[in-house]
């Protein structure tokens, strides 16, 4: 099978955050950043696998700052590392406040999906190609995160 470069599976999704998507406060709710996330990172997994790809395990979402009804969300993804079947896809969450065009960073987040065959069970995955010193970084940076995965599996 062909490996494929990390450019390949890009992404970057924004979204304007409305009123109804806020709590008391008017800030938006976490759920609603992490179904964006999700949607991101889940195009980040299909555009490099060219399979469906299902959602196996969130390994970790932090949130820095809150986002607020008004604000622009914007989701930066890719994949990160591969497996026989799985992929990790890191998303960057930034908000931009578009009356004053300050972003801030509120969230990272690092996702495992499961590539899918036309019979629904998993199936290999493409190799992932690393182009930069920063894909480098971050496809060793996954094996450390997917070594504590396999960790934490055995222990339970």
């Known amino acids: 099978m062909e490996g494929r470069p990390v450019s390949v599976s890009h992404v970057e999704m924004s979204h304007l955050l ?6 008391a406060l008017g800030t938006v709710h976490g759920g609603i950043i ?5 949607e991101a990172a889940a195009v980040a997994a299909v555009r490099h696998a060219q399979r469906h790809c299902v959602t196996a395990e969130i390994d970790s979402m932090s949130f820095l700052a809150p986002a607020r009804v008004g604000d622009l969300v914007t989701m930066k993804a ?6 026989t079947t799985s ?6 969450v930034e908000t931009e406040n578009l ?5 801030t960073h509120i969230s990272s987040a690092y ?5 899918l065959g036309d019979d629904g ?6 190799p992932l190609i690393p182009e930069t010193e920063e894909d480098r970084r971050r496809m060793a940076e996954a094996g450390v995160r997917r070594e504590h995965r396999r960790r934490r599996t055995e222990t339970r």
């Open 18 to 23: 409305l009123p109804n998507e806020a709590n």
């Open 111 to 115: 996702i495992v999906y499961v590539a």
């Open 87 to 92: 992929i990790e896809t890191g998303v960057r």
């Open 34 to 38: 992490m179904r964006l996330v999700d």
């Open 121 to 126: 069970k998993p199936c290999r995955v493409p």
């Open 78 to 83: 890719s994949v990160n590392l591969v497996g």
């Open 99 to 103: 009356l004053t065009g300050r972003r």
